[in-house]
């Protein structure tokens, strides 16, 4: 158990600049969702799915983010655009997971949030098991109705987040971390 231990006392977000290929397999994948998805589910509703973006899909995900970017930024330099449009193209998989609340007379909102967050670290922690790296990531596009819509959110979907997924191209450095006793209190 002081593995798990050890594991999860240093897991660490990995820029998805500084990953590259290969992602993992459609096998991996499958792995990697089957445990995103098991996770406290209060009614047992799964308040949530998952899109992957892989190979072009990546891309054409790009292409909505940068045309509803364009759209809304008129004077944006080309530049700029082309920024927004690689938004999920750094590393080789991007997971987007969604969150869906679901009407429940037991179940309020706020866990069914919380269930996606869940999820979606339960997906970090699954492709860093694994040996990737993982950043789960939102940004603008995150919260923007037309970028959901056009990657196929129905209207009451939101994005928890995207989780960036590959392959480590360098060492990566610990950032510091709160102190228990600034976070801590003991009722």
């Avoid at 056009?150 to 510091?176: V, Y």
Wanted: with cysteine.
């Amino acid at each position: 158990m002081s593995d798990v231990i050890d594991f999860l006392r240093t897991r660490r977000s990995v820029k998805p600049r500084d990953m590259s290929g290969p992602g993992p397999s459609a096998e991996e994948i499958e792995t990697i969702l089957t445990i995103g998805a098991r996770v406290p589910d209060h009614g047992k509703i799964a308040p949530w799915r998952f899109i992957v973006f892989e190979g072009d899909g990546r891309a054409r995900a790009g292409d909505v983010i940068a045309r509803v970017y364009a759209r809304k930024n008129p004077s944006a330099p080309q530049e700029e655009i082309e920024i927004e449009k690689h938004q999920l193209t750094e590393a080789p998989l991007v997971i987007g997971v969604v969150s869906c609340i679901k009407q429940h007379p037991k179940v309020p909102s706020w866990e069914q949030v919380l269930s996606a967050g869940a999820s979606a670290m339960s997906i970090v922690n699954a492709a860093n098991a694994l040996g990737y790296g993982t950043n789960w990531l939102t940004g603008w596009f995150a919260y923007d109705r037309d970028v959901l819509d056009g990657l196929g959110l129905k209207p009451d979907e939101r994005f928890a987040g995207f989780i960036h997924i590959g392959t480590p191209t360098k060492p990566n450095k610990d950032r510091p971390r709160p102190a228990l006793a600034d976070i801590v209190t003991r009722f």
